[in-house]
């Protein structure tokens, strides 16, 4: 029997069908999601935020937000809640965080020789040669200024005028997210790095009866040490070994200081201890030697001097909060090899100048690509006739100092200071770079002429790095041997009269 077949089923073309099908479907989400994410279809259900700005912004400020906030033609930016914007100043930075952004913090600068160091704010418009810029700018061939009796980097609070955005609407936030990251870093205590320098201790003499007579040594630094230990790094540069007994007297030239008095070094918060001077063997090389033991001991670093030629030779390098700092110390005074008070081979001492060393010292240190401070002890400016007699002549550079200065900057040098004088001298900005030609005594016991009782305190700022500015502090004592910040009048005084020696 024949059966009959059954008819053959047509394949169908499965795999192309179901690859049409997802092509379709993928290309009609994706017109899809352009449609309902395009201006049209968002107009369409809801109203866009519209941007006020207030007549109290700037123009400068309104072309700051504008692209922020609105974008550009090609990619326009709509907000979803309509905000008010504006703007307002004042001297402390605003608490209210959720509708208000500091925009800029804004310092009193004058000139580098400006005598004053406070300003108030109702002269601030009104005093020829001062004016306010933001502290981003701040350039160290500028005098920063305290206002009404505030010095910004003493909190990085107050001292400065703040300038602040005001978004007010329903929702802040909206537009203070698309700013926020767009706005400057402002210097903090945690970015900026505050190096403090002094001029002479000698902490011995007259010193030393009056420590027999107090008892505490920390009697000398009442008035200062809380100044002198506000900075990051201290810098000292004394002139005196430790010496048990001390029979340091008053007039000599042979001089030492009390164990006790190493009180009033960490008293002031000392990180450096300089030793270029002229004494630090004047009652021989052992207490030289223990004095720099007790330093090391109490962890306080050295430089300019030390217990042999070659470590006494060695730069201070300094790496902290992004600044890179070498410190070189010299003496190029009456200190030699020969006369026992220079380091030589195995003996302590000061590290004696040569121009070869620094020279070599700089271009080491600018490879390395750090701010070079050199300090040097230099001669004495000896011309006091009479007791009381003021010296306007001294406050000069001597013979010869002003050369070697300027040829230290001429060589690479960023800074450069004399931290021998027992007056102090004048300052000046050299190829832009300053010089400080002598910084006077900071704890000593001479008392005889007004020159001699007066110092002067730097502090250096680094912001990230950068060095932006130098604190210049005039300081005085009398007979009661305590030293302090002078005042205001008379710190005007003071430097208006070393800008005549210029």
């Avoid at 200190?335 to 020279?359: C, F």
């Amino acid at each position: 029997m024949i059966r009959s077949r059954r008819p053959r089923q047509e394949k169908r073309p499965t795999f192309l069908i179901c690859l049409i099908i997802f092509i379709a479907a993928f290309l009609a989400a994706f017109f899809v999601a352009k449609f309902f994410t395009s201006g049209f279809v968002t107009n369409l259900f809801f109203t866009p935020g519209v941007v006020t700005y207030d007549e109290s912004l700037s123009e400068s400020e309104v072309a700051f937000l504008k692209p922020l906030l609105e974008g550009t033609e090609d990619t326009p930016i709509t907000l979803k809640h309509d905000i008010l914007i504006s703007a307002s100043e004042g001297t402390t930075p605003p608490k209210d965080t959720e509708h208000y952004l500091t925009y800029d913090i804004l310092v009193p600068v004058a000139d580098f020789y400006y005598a004053p160091s406070n300003i108030s704010s109702a002269e601030l418009t009104t005093t020829e040669g001062v004016q306010l810029i933001s502290i981003s700018t701040l350039q160290h061939s500028q005098k920063l200024l305290s206002l009404d009796g505030y010095y910004f980097f003493d909190d990085f609070t107050n001292g400065a005028v703040y300038r602040s955005l005001i978004f007010t609407g329903s929702d802040p936030a909206e537009s203070m997210d698309l700013i926020r990251s767009h706005l400057p870093t402002f210097p903090t205590k945690d970015t900026t790095l505050s190096l403090t320098q002094t001029g002479v201790t000698a902490l011995a003499r007259l010193m030393v009866a009056k420590l027999n007579s107090v008892g505490d040594a920390t009697y000398f630094t009442k008035n200062i040490a809380d100044y002198l230990s506000s900075a990051d790094l201290t810098h000292l540069s004394n002139e005196v070994s430790f010496a048990s007994p001390c029979n340091s007297t008053a007039g000599s030239v042979v001089l030492c200081a009390d164990p006790r008095m190493a009180d009033a070094i960490t008293a002031v918060g000392a990180d450096i201890i300089e030793l270029t001077g002229n004494h630090n063997n004047d009652y021989g090389q052992q207490a030289n030697l223990d004095t720099i033991a007790k330093y090391a001991e109490l962890g306080l670093e050295t430089f300019g001097g030390g217990k042999d030629e070659a470590t006494a030779a060695k730069p201070l390098e300094i790496d902290q909060k992004s600044a890179k700092i070498t410190l070189l110390g010299y003496n190029q005074s009456t200190s030699t090899k020969a006369n026992g008070q220079g380091a030589s081979g195995s003996k302590p001492g000061a590290n004696i100048y040569s121009r070869e060393k620094a020279a070599a010292d700089i271009a080491t240190a600018k490879a390395r690509g750090d701010f070079i401070i050199v300090d040097v002890q230099y001669f004495e400016c000896y011309s006091y006739p009479d007791y009381g007699a003021e010296m306007p002549s001294c406050d000069a550079p001597i013979s010869g100092q002003q050369e070697l200065f300027r040829d230290l900057i001429d060589l690479g040098a960023d800074m450069v200071i004399g931290t021998q004088a027992h007056q102090p001298q004048t300052f000046e900005l050299y190829n832009g770079k300053p010089i400080y030609y002598g910084l006077g005594n900071l704890f000593f016991d001479q008392t005889h002429w007004p020159g001699t009782t007066r110092g002067i305190i730097l502090t250096h700022y680094f912001v990230n790095g950068k060095y932006v500015q130098t604190r210049l502090a005039p300081t005085v004592y009398d007979k009661d041997l305590q030293v302090k910040l002078m005042d205001e009048e008379d710190s005007i005084w003071f430097i208006n009269r070393l800008n005549q020696a210029r």
